[in-house]
């Protein structure tokens, strides 16, 4: 009979281990589930956080392309003005009265071709350039032997770029061929 109670005794002792050690492994250990939830947590964070980026950046870009659109737009019905003024320039005048006139027009010229430089749009240079089609608007070609091949001859009217990108109004130029 001793010997069936140490069987007996040995058997439940190692059921109940056996039992204990199952039940430490369903259960989590209380700090490992918090760092799990803690690596989740931050995962998400960092993810949201790099979305948010994106859509800042996303969105800026799409202000700066709409703001430079209404530039573009805007510019584009003054220059007939300063077409209009650069004509009225190449007058030859004579009289007093007409020379005052004169600089009174070119200020005004000035004045505008600033205002254009402080938002962002320049002349586009043409007159003896090499042609480029991205920039110049070939109306006429001529056969000049002074000038070498695909060389602009004559710009009939300036054309205006916006911030060294984007195309407000094409040069209208004569090309040498």
Known sequence: MAEEKSTLSEEVTEETVEETTE??????DPVLELNEKLAEAEDKYLRLYAEFEN????????????????VIDSV????????????????????????????GVEMTKKQMVDSLSKLGVTEIAAQGEQFNP??????????DESLAENVVAEEFMKGYIYKEERVVRYSMVKVAN
């Open 76 to 103: 584009a019905e003054i220059l007939p003005v300063l077409d209009n003024l650069d004509r009225a320039l190449a007058v030859e005048v004579t009289s007093e009265d007409a020379k005052s006139f004169k600089e």
């Open 23 to 28: 039940e430490a492994c369903e259960e989590k």
């Open 55 to 70: 859509y800042k950046k996303r969105t800026q870009k799409e202000k700066d392309a709409r703001y430079a659109d209404a």
């Open 134 to 143: 991205n920039l110049h608007n070939a109306v006429m070609h001529v056969d």
